[in-house]
């Protein structure tokens, strides 16, 4: 994709995190550097969920690391609670950090291995409000996540299941009652059967909590259930932003239809298309011109080379990066067909 | 738990049967009984997809089957015979002939399974010499032709070339290459794309398919994921806690799934054309642990169908239709498993004391 253009920001009073502009490069030898994240834009109403998806080094995890400022972006603003995290003081930082929180991918390194489950839900108190483990709010995250904290509480993070330290993060990022959740990669170190008992309990949590989350991943089905939005990364560029069920029942950009062609579906009737992608993702140290997809785009002409795209909607709440959409005036008659099929 | 399963084609010999396969493992802890009676047979030209989570020794069968296990604290009985051959009781000398040449094996980190040190090359020619006797030109331009036959381009620089040079996806069209290089007859693929973006996932998925059509191999795709096989196996046999607790013609199992936790796994993956938002049939709890298995079904405690039968009575497998065979007292989609969850529905609670989430309960029964 992709490309820039802030076209799918929302002018709207509930906006709680909106990310413009947003830039991380990581320098390397001989003046070179890594564009990790391009020049990137969203924004996140109150109780959404937006989810970023796309292929391992298109930049999805740097941009959740880039919103909590660690490390801090090389450009671009990121605006929360009315205040640009990026030009806030390694102090006031620290402060707005508590109302936006975390979790990783690999349950256990996440934790410390040696301190006691109850401890580690309890840290955030203990650093902003002086108070212990006995504090009545880690009981009652505790259990809130599904952990017996009889049980659990005084265990150390390897006396559990991947599923349960998952579950511990969880508690531990929800103690001082913060309003946006970033989950970076939450399920896939876990097992499918454990997978949803947590992607169930993230949509309990956050209607109890009143969470805004960023949900990032590279599994488009897992992204799709969760998320009311779903932002589409390539290279360090957005390629499309559209609502989850749109998204899948309409893919805009060709890179979307690539993905989506690519699930395996657990269906032995399921049809085989073949709009698989060939080729390789291009490095991020000498990304392509114009458009970034255009390397391995089946619809890639000369234009893309030259320019690159801009973000437009093509349908309502439909954003998209790219010359040539599949869906809207430009889209080829074929795949207005294509993008219906499925429902 | 043998099986009564019946040869189909007689004097048909199967390239690969397993028969009670048992694989222990003596630790400080106890006895982890990792494989706890398989069987299993594999065909010239056929896919087998066997499906598992963490823990449910998949990867130790495979091991076991491709006589790669440690032999100091692993307890191993039963047979395993390809083609005629039993090699259970073959020594490494013996099996050297075998590995490579007739079975080969894909792991799932191709990074760890390739020499870091080594040119791709080399590490192409290295079996090539050993088991057929190449060398030199002759060697390199076999090699040659097998990085091009799996998709790699640039195939002549890429044999001077470092396993670090080359993308994941490369590097695990390299362990292919390698893994074919002497035409074996099986190919065992332990979760060959999990690490593996989707997009690159299908390539190598498609690429392991064609070889398998023109070299007329027998494949075992070794996998967590249900949607890995679903399109790709002619059979699939489903493990939970070291043993196969149902085993069918793919279309077969999709279509009259039998056994709780297929159906449990099978609805607990998001779907695409599910809304946003639709809440997951999760399975409720974890896999038990495989020291100490006590009684009963392994499952019995995870399951909503379970009864009281199913705490002290281990199921075997039974036959329910041509070539389906499931391990369930009260199977999913038969009269009996109906009543059986409908009591657990009407409790509230299910014989093993978990309770029951009607929504998801009831979602089960409907699609029974």
Redesign the interface.
């Known amino acids: 994709m992709a490309g820039s253009g802030t076209a799918h920001l929302r002018d709207q009073d509930d906006i709680v995190l909106r990310v413009e502009g947003l830039v991380v490069e990581f320098p390397l030898e001989r003046g070179q550097k890594v564009h990790a994240v391009s020049g990137i834009s969203f924004d996140i109403a109150k109780g959404e969920t937006l989810g970023l998806v796309g292929e391992s080094g298109c930049g999805k995890s740097t941009t959740g690391r880039a919103i909590m400022q660690a490390p801090r972006p090389t450009s671009g603003e990121v605006l929360f609670d009315g205040k640009d995290l990026s030009s806030l003081s390694a102090d006031e930082l620290r402060r707005s950090r508590t109302k936006l929180q975390m979790i990783y991918q690999d349950p256990i390194s996440s934790l410390n291995p040696r301190r006691r489950v109850k401890d580690i839900v309890a840290e955030g108190l203990s650093i902003w409000e002086g108070k212990g483990s006995d504090d009545p709010r880690v009981e009652e995250l505790l259990a809130a996540v599904g952990l017996d904290p009889d049980r659990a509480g005084g265990r150390r993070p390897h006396e559990l299941s991947g599923g349960q330290c998952q579950r511990v993060s969880i508690a531990r990022s929800l103690i001082m009652r913060p309003e946006v959740l970033i989950c970076d990669e939450p399920v896939s170190a876990l097992d499918v059967s454990v997978q949803a008992q947590i992607l169930n309990l993230l949509e309990d949590l956050k209607a109890e909590y009143n969470l805004t989350m960023v949900f990032i991943a590279h599994d488009l089905a897992v992204v799709k259930n969760i998320s009311d939005r779903v932002a589409v990364m390539y290279l360090g560029k957005i390629c499309e932003v559209a609502p989850s069920d749109t998204l899948y029942a309409h893919p805009a950009h060709p890179y979307t239809a690539a993905l989506l062609a690519s699930i395996p579906e657990p269906d032995p009737e399921a049809k085989h298309t073949d709009a698989g992608l060939t080729g390789e993702l291009p490095s991020p140290v000498n990304p392509p011109s114009g458009c970034r997809f255009r390397t391995r785009c089946p619809r890639a002409a000369e234009r893309c080379e030259l320019e690159e795209p801009q973000m437009r909607e093509v349908a309502t709440g439909q954003f998209v990066a790219c010359h040539f959409p599949l869906v809207g005036e430009q889209a080829p008659e074929g795949n207005r067909e294509l993008a219906t099929a499925p429902a | 738990m043998t099986t009564a399963r019946p040869l189909d084609g007689r004097g048909n010999e199967p390239l690969l049967e397993v028969d009670d396969l048992r694989t222990y493992f003596d630790t400080p802890r106890g006895v982890v009984k990792a494989v706890d009676g398989v069987s299993l047979r594999v065909d010239r030209g056929k896919t087998l997809g066997i499906v598992g989570?963490?823990g449910s020794g998949k990867t130790v069968l495979s091991r076991s089957i491709m006589n790669l296990l440690p032999k100091n604290n692993t307890i191993r009985e039963g047979s395993v015979r390809f083609e005629g051959r039993e090699l259970t009781t073959m020594k490494n000398k013996e099996m050297r002939t075998i590995w490579g040449a007739e079975m080969a094996m894909i792991l799932q980190d191709p990074m760890t399974s390739l020499n870091p040190v080594t040119k791709i090359g080399d590490q192409i020619t290295e079996s090539l010499g050993i088991h057929l006797g190449e060398k030199g030109k002759v060697a390199k331009a076999h090699a040659v032709d097998l990085l091009k036959s799996v998709g790699i381009p640039a195939a002549e620089r890429r044999l001077g070339e470092y396993p670090h040079q080359l993308?994941?996806?490369?590097r695990q069209r390299v362990t292919i290459a390698i893994a074919l290089a002497c035409g074996p007859k099986l190919l065992v693929a332990d979760e060959p794309t999990t690490a593996l973006?989707?997009?690159?996932?299908?390539?190598i998925?498609?690429l392991l398919e064609t070889q398998q059509h023109e070299r007329n191999m027998g494949l075992i795709i070794i996998t967590?994921?249900?949607?890995?096989v679903?399109?790709r196996a002619d059979e699939i046999a489903v493990m939970y806690a070291g043993r196969i607790v149902e085993r069918a013609p793919?279309?077969e199992l999709?279509a009259r799934t039998r056994m709780p936790y297929t159906e449990?796994?099978?609805k607990?993956?998001?779907?695409?054309?599910?809304?946003?938002?639709?809440?997951?049939?999760?399975?409720?709890g974890?896999?038990p642990d495989l020291v100490d298995p006590g009684p009963g079904c392994p499952f019995a405690p995870?399951c909503n169908y379970a009864q009281d039968k199913c705490l002290t009575e281990t199921p075997v497998l039974a036959p329910h239709a041509a070539g389906h065979e499931a391990a369930c007292h009260f199977p999913v989609g038969t009269t009996a498993g109906q009543d059986a969850l409908a009591r657990n529905l009407a409790a509230g609670r299910t014989a093993a004391g978990t309770p029951l989430d009607s929504s998801t309960a009831i979602a089960t029964a409907g699609a029974a």
């Open positions: 989570e963490s993308s994941g996806g490369m973006d989707v997009t690159v996932q299908r390539q998925l498609d967590h994921d249900l949607g890995v679903a399109g793919t279309r999709f449990g796994l099978l607990s993956i998001p779907r695409l054309h599910q809304p946003s938002h639709t809440r997951l049939a999760a399975i409720p974890r896999p995870r």
